[in-house]
């Protein structure tokens, strides 16, 4: 994420976090709503999406775990899925906290 405050500056670093992570949201938001609803043939592409995003600022643990989202619903393994799911709440609720809390970020 540091390089991306040098590239940007702190105002477009923080912008471009700010909208990162409103996306990454609403996708996740999309994918929940997808699962409800048995419809995991849309989940991969929504997962990839949130992996590229989530490797844009910084956040690779999220980004990896998103992959291997889209692997698992692809496969159409629902057990590896449920777990994957879960590990993806647990470390973006962890990654994302740790973004709110950033110093000199005035989010």
Known sequence: MDDLFKRLGDRGAE????Q?????SDILAEVDAFVRHEAYDEIPP????????CAEIGLTSLARVSRDMAISARRQDMVAFRAVWERLV???DRSLAMVWEMPGLSL
């Open 90 to 92: 647990r470390i973006g």
């Open 46 to 53: 929504r997962a990839q999406q949130v992996s590229r995003l």
């Open 15 to 18: 912008g471009f976090v700010m």
């Open 20 to 24: 990162t992570v409103e996306t990454i």
